[in-house]
Structures are given as C-alpha cells and as structure tokens.
C-alpha cells in the first residue's frame, strides 16, 4: 500500500500548480482522500478531502475558490489543482487515505504519503 505525491515546486504569487497523489496496492474509490500541508514550525492541516462514497469535496476556508480536489479512478490518482497562489500555501503538501467516509480528524487516515513540496516566491 503506497501513496505518492508529485507536482510541487516553486511558482510565482498567483501562479498554479496540480499536485497528483498515485495509489498503489489499492483503489482509491474505496476510501475518502484528503490533502494536507505542513509549513515550518506549524502543525498539519487539512487543505481538502474528496469522499468517494459521494463525490462529494470539502475545502478549508483558506482556499476556498482557489483549489480544486478532483479523482481520476481510472488512474487511481486524486489531484489537487491550485491556482491563485499565495506566499502563505508555502508547505509540504500531503495526501492521505481514510477508510472512514467522511473524515473529521488527522488521526482518522490509515495512509500517508510522503509529501511533494510546495513554495510559492516571487
């Protein structure tokens, strides 16, 4: 059971990036997604989750309009397209798999990958 991520760099404020997060040993429609960052001397937190169960997206209110989660079951990949960069979405970005259908908590995704970094920097 893998989860990879890829997509991260350095991009401009305002600028865009997709991240893609592969799975390997497993389908990713079995399970509720979510997208996570981590920036130095902060905790995790979650940026987005994709309920396979329903379809259904949930966003935090910090990009809310800019990012989009979407799943691509024929290639076992959820990606995370961002646009309207800020210098604050600076982190290590992180997907993660949650046998729960809607996860309310980090402690409730059974799979993490290793994180693709993301620095947005004039």
């Known amino acids: 059971v893998q989860l990879v991520e890829s997509g991260g760099g350095l991009v401009q404020p305002g600028g865009s990036l997709r991240l893609s997060c592969a799975a390997s040993?497993?389908?990713?429609?079995?399970?509720?997604i979510g997208w996570f960052r981590e920036a130095p001397g902060k905790a995790r937190e979650g940026v987005s989750c994709?309920?396979?169960?329903?379809?259904?997206?949930y966003y935090a209110d910090s990009v809310k309009g800019r990012f989009t989660i979407s799943s691509d079951d024929a290639k076992n990949t959820v990606y995370l397209q961002m646009n309207s960069l800020k210098p604050e979405d600076t982190a290590n970005y992180y997907c993660?798999?949650?046998?729960?259908?809607?996860?309310?908590?980090?402690?409730?995704?059974?799979?993490w990958g290793q994180g693709t970094q993301v620095t947005v920097s004039s």
């Open positions: 994709f309920v396979h169960s329903d379809d259904s997206a």
């Open positions: 993660a798999a949650s046998t729960r259908d809607y996860p309310s908590a980090i402690d409730e995704y059974d799979y």
């Open positions: 040993g497993f389908t990713l429609d079995d399970y509720a």
